[in-house]
C-alpha cells in the first residue's frame, strides 16, 4: 500500500496554518483553529468520505521530534482506504513540552489533553465528523499521551494503539499520576474510571531492536526497577499488567503487544519496515487493512 498522498504542505507548522473551513480532499492541509491560535495540527479528510453520516475520526500524536505532518503524510492512505478523517496535533515544545504526560508538574503549563479537546470541539462545529468518539494512535512521546489520554477519557476512545513509549501509567491508586492513577494537584479534575478504561481494545508496538536506552529514555532508577530496563521490556510488561488488572476487575483483557521487525526507535522504519500502520489497521479494522 502507497503511504505517500500528495501533500499541501512539507514544511514544520508555520505561524498560521489554513483556516478550518479551507480543506482540500485528498491532501495534508495544515490547520489553525480559531477558538485558541496556539493550537495547530494536521488534517486529512479523504476523497471517498462517506455521504449522509459523520465520518469516523482516527487521531495520531508525534513523538518528542514533534512530527506531527510525517504521522499525517504516513497515514493519510489508510484514512483513505477506510474513509476515516485524520488529525494529527502539533504539541509545540515551547507551549506543551510536558504533552507525553498530559501536562506538567507546575500549574502554568497548560494540558495537552485538554487542547486536543478544543481541537475535536472545532472540528465538530465545521465538519460533518463524529468527533465524540475516536481510534487513537501515538509513537514514543505520543504513545504515552495515547494511553494517558486513554486512562483519563476512556468515553472517547474506540480503540488506540501504543508505539514505543518510553514509560507508562501503571493503575495503581497509591501512586500519583502520570506514575499512576493517584491523585494529582495539578489534575485535580482528572477522576480515572479504571473499568472503562480497561475495556479499551488495545494494542502496545515495539521494535525488535527498540532496546537501547538512548538520551529520549527516562532511565529513573525507580521507573527502570518497576517497568524495565528499556522500551521493548516495558511495553510487554505494561500489557501483562493490564491483562491482570483486566482479569481482577472480571473484564476479558482486550490488550496486545506485537514486536515489529527490522526496526528500533524510529517512526519512519517503523512504518517502512516494521509494518506498524498495517498493524495499527489491524487492531480497528480486523481483517480489512
Not at 9 to 32: E, F, K, N
Not at 246 to 268: K, N, T
Request: include cysteine; aromatic fraction near 12%; hydrophobic fraction near 40%.
Amino acid at each position: 500500500m502507497s503511504t505517500q498522498p500528495v501533500t499541501r504542505h512539507s514544511m514544520p507548522i508555520p505561524a498560521q496554518g489554513a483556516p478550518l473551513l479551507d480543506i482540500i480532499r485528498g491532501a495534508v492541509t495544515c490547520l489553525s483553529f480559531t477558538s485558541d491560535s496556539s493550537l495547530k495540527a494536521y488534517l486529512y479528510v479523504p476523497k471517498n468520505l462517506p455521504k449522509g453520516r459523520p465520518a469516523r475520526l482516527f487521531i495520531a500524536v508525534h513523538g518528542i521530534s514533534r512530527n506531527a505532518e510525517e504521522h499525517a503524510r504516513r497515514f493519510a492512505a489508510y484514512a483513505e482506504r477506510h474513509g476515516l478523517v485524520l488529525l494529527a496535533p502539533f504539541f509545540s515544545e515551547d507551549e506543551y513540552p510536558r504533552y507525553q504526560r498530559l501536562g506538567g508538574r507546575r500549574g502554568n503549563l497548560k494540558r495537552a489533553d485538554l487542547a486536543l479537546l478544543t481541537m475535536l470541539d472545532e472540528l465538530n462545529a465545521e465538519l460533518n465528523v463524529d468527533t465524540s468518539r475516536f481510534y487513537l494512535f501515538g509513537f514514543s512521546g505520543g504513545g504515552q499521551f495515547a494511553h494517558r489520554f486513554a486512562m483519563a477519557h476512556p468515553q472517547r476512545v474506540i480503540s488506540y494503539v501504543v508505539a514505543a513509549a518510553g514509560w507508562y501509567t501503571t493503575p495503581d491508586p497509591n501512586m500519583k499520576f502520570p506514575r499512576g492513577i493517584g491523585p494529582n494537584r495539578y489534575f485535580a479534575d482528572l477522576r480515572f474510571d479504571l473499568a472503562a478504561f480497561l475495556s479499551i481494545p488495545a494494542t502496545v508496538i515495539v521494535g525488535e531492536r527498540d532496546t537501547k536506552p538512548g538520551t529520549s529514555l527516562n532511565q529513573a532508577p525507580r521507573l527502570m526497577e518497576e517497568q524495565g530496563l528499556h522500551r521493548l521490556e516495558r511495553g510487554e510488561n505494561w500489557v501483562f499488567a493490564m491483562r491482570e488488572t483486566a482479569l481482577a476487575y472480571g473484564i476479558d483483557p482486550h490488550f496486545d503487544f506485537v514486536i515489529a521487525p527490522r526496526c528500533g526507535h524510529s517512526f519512519r522504519r517503523a512504518m517502512r519496515r516494521g509494518g506498524v500502520g498495517d498493524v495499527v489497521f489491524n487492531q480497528f479494522f480486523p481483517g480489512k487493512t
